[in-house]
């Protein structure tokens, strides 16, 4: 069994991301030897809305924010999910980027968000969206995908993740208060569907003209909500069995019986 932290961090426009970016990687290393990984949310140096932002805080992935994260993966000899940033792309654009860095500091694995969110605003039409489903075997808490917001509405991204032998999914986000509803139904459905755990890390507070709802959540493969965050900032805990998964596929072969692929 391993333990994992998610940080709901609290991304209200009154806190700049300069004094935000030290105070959040302090908390990181307040982290070490009290679990294993440790995971943050969607664009949390600016705010998941804060699409003024995107391209003053663009930055290549060997940049300083996530070389930072690094160091304290490092540091503190634990996993770490960096959420997600704006990534400066070699080729030019910019895309919403999540690292997973494992305790040597190294960047293992990065997802870039498939589905942008916006209706022809914001992040939709301001950054390049990603292509490829990204999995990472070998991790504490298994055979992990990853996954961002918005995505959380698209099932067919965590069936081709499920298809590729994915125990735990890990969701980085920012999603909104007045749908809050929908975000607790969703990572539920994600986890009942696929049989797998599922860690969702939320931010909190006013950004942009939204409000971030918060109840960060860790539901296991039978769907249950182990741990949930209220909707203010705080360090949410919670104890990953990997047995589940094989157990309550065994049980429950479910997944023998698709038919349309």
Request: hydrophobic fraction near 40%.
């Amino acid at each position: 069994m391993n333990r994992v932290a998610l940080l709901q961090v609290d991304v209200s426009d009154s806190e700049t991301p300069e004094a935000r970016v030290p105070r959040v990687l302090d908390l990181i290393d307040q982290q070490q030897g009290k679990c294993e990984l440790v995971v943050l949310p969607e664009l949390w140096n600016i705010g998941a809305f804060n699409s003024e932002a995107l391209e003053t805080y663009a930055q290549p992935r060997d940049g300083v924010l996530v070389t930072q994260l690094q160091a304290r993966a490092k540091s503190g000899k634990f996993w770490l999910h960096g959420g997600s940033f704006v990534e400066a792309l070699p080729d030019g654009g910019m895309s919403n980027t999540a690292v997973l860095i494992n305790p040597d500091g190294e960047i293992v694995t990065f997802y870039r968000k498939i589905h942008l969110y916006g209706f022809d605003h914001g992040e939709a039409v301001m950054l390049n969206r990603g292509t490829e489903i990204v999995t990472q075997e070998k991790t504490p808490i298994g055979h992990v995908g990853l996954a961002i917001c918005y995505d959380l509405r698209f099932p067919e991204l965590f069936r081709g993740m499920n298809d590729q032998g994915v125990e735990t999914i890990l969701i980085t986000s920012g999603w909104p208060t007045p749908r809050i509803n929908h975000w607790r139904v969703l990572n539920q459905a994600r986890a009942i569907e696929n049989q797998a755990w599922v860690i969702a890390c939320n931010e909190v507070g006013p950004n942009g003209d939204i409000m971030l709802g918060g109840h960060s959540m860790v539901v296991s493969p039978r769907g249950e909500i182990i741990a949930e965050a209220g909707e203010s900032e705080e360090v949410l805990y919670a104890d990953i069995d990997l047995s589940q998964v094989a157990d309550f596929r065994n049980e429950h072969p479910f997944q023998k019986d698709r038919f349309i692929r």
